[in-house]
């Protein structure tokens, strides 16, 4: 690799994981949830993966995720669900994306323009999005009114699982009473949706009764395992790696990075790698993150900062533009996105989607081997130098 650092996104791995999601679904349609950035991996790739792999729709959170689908072309069916109370929905409608919406006031501002697509969106536990009980009826009965006058097009009812990770959690089991309550209100006020959903990426692989016409999966697409504890044979997608920039050897006692955090304890081999907490390295897992150098996974020591790690790696033969993998699939030893989550306290997701925007992708597999992307910022930049200038 050229560079400080790059992650390197396996398009086989997506292919792979959508196949796996489709077969998981059966006859449902699967939509591939490419928010943030395709969760770190870059949207656009990932999208058009998913849709040659088996994905039939698209789920972003915002308007500007959807509109950046657009416009690289890509007119997959894509629902979109948050957005402020000021946002110009009409540009959704123009580009033909479907809004998820939660209440009368937001459904009704969408009915003032150019009749939208609408998924109706059910609070059935997570307290966040979506019409509570109280409020559905009433999201009903106007949507009802709506759609009779042609000002809108109810395309789906749907929820969003707080528990799908455990199959016995009776939180689920009311959740999916919510939802068939939910349902039949609507099919009793006379709002017939053609595409129900419900399930996200757990769900999709071990609870069939949440499958209905589409199910929406985020984390198993990019080869994160959903279930503790339970293997799908998904293939994580995104390797994290960078060069070794510098080596030294110091003696026993060399304060190491910022502050009194690690002091060496013994002669030893430093490796200086140029990834850090703004790239994703996440600064929490000081102390117990392991980076691959060598084949060898050797210890990150001292406080992870802004721009740059050092890693112990003893008496290993290291040299400055080595590789490193900061993680991988594992297939190899080398540490996990699920490792650094646990290092971290947090999630494979947090991971996942923190990993910087000065990180170029690069991707590799499907359409075989293809330029680095570069983000706009840096391509403008590098634009601006003069050829030839070093
Ligand atoms: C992020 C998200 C998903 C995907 O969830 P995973 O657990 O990552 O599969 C599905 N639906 C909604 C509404 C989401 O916000």
Redesign the pocket.
């Known amino acids: 690799m050229t560079g400080l650092a790059e992650a390197i996104v396996d398009l086989d791995a997506i292919a792979h994981n959508t196949r796996l999601l489709a077969e998981a679904v059966g006859n449902a349609q699967l939509m591939a949830?490419v928010?943030a950035n395709g969760f770190g991996h870059g949207a656009t790739a990932i999208a058009r993966t998913a849709l040659a792999g088996g994905a039939s729709w698209l789920?972003v959170?915002s308007l500007s995720e959807a509109l950046e689908l657009r416009a690289q072309g890509i007119t997959a069916p894509l629902l979109m669900?948050l957005y402020a109370p000021d946002e110009d929905l009409a540009r959704a409608t123009e580009h033909d994306i479907d809004v998820s919406v939660s209440s009368v006031a937001a459904l009704e501002k969408l009915a003032a323009g150019r009749p939208a697509n609408v998924h109706l969106k059910a609070d059935t536990g997570l307290s966040r999005a979506g019409a509570t009980a109280d409020e559905w009826p009433h999201l009903i009965t106007a949507a009802a009114r709506l759609q009779d006058r042609g000002r809108v097009r109810v395309r789906g009812i749907w929820s969003?699982l707080a528990h799908a990770e455990n199959p016995a959690d009776p939180a689920l089991r009311r959740q999916l009473d919510a939802f068939a309550d939910a349902r039949a209100q609507a099919a009793a006020g006379g709002v017939v949706a053609p595409l129900t959903h419900l399930a996200?990426?757990?769900a999709a692989l071990q609870l069939p009764a949440t499958h209905f016409d589409l199910v929406?999966?985020?984390?198993?697409l990019y080869g994160i395992e959903?279930v503790t504890g339970r293997e799908f044979g998904l293939r994580p997608a995104m390797t994290l790696r960078a060069t070794v920039i510098l080596t030294k050897r110091v003696p026993a006692g060399s304060g190491v990075s910022y502050g009194p955090d690690h002091v060496t304890d013994r002669e030893t081999t430093l490796a200086l790698v140029p990834v850090g907490f703004a790239d994703g390295v996440p600064r929490a897992a000081a102390g117990r993150a392991e980076v691959n150098v060598r084949g060898i996974n050797c210890p990150v020591i001292g406080r992870i900062a802004m721009d740059q790690i050092v890693v112990d790696v003893g008496s290993l033969p290291v040299r400055a533009g080595d590789a490193v993998t900061v993680f991988g699939p594992g297939a190899a030893g080398e540490p996990t996105v699920a490792d650094w989550a646990r290092w971290a306290g947090t999630n494979p997701?947090e991971i996942l989607t923190g990993v910087g925007p000065r990180v170029p992708r690069r991707y590799e597999g499907q359409t075989g081997p293809s330029s680095v992307q570069v983000t706009p910022r840096l391509r403008q930049r590098q634009n601006g130098w003069p050829t030839g200038s070093v």
């Open positions: 949830v928010k789920g959170t669900w969003h996200n990426s757990a929406r999966a985020g984390i198993a959903p997701h």
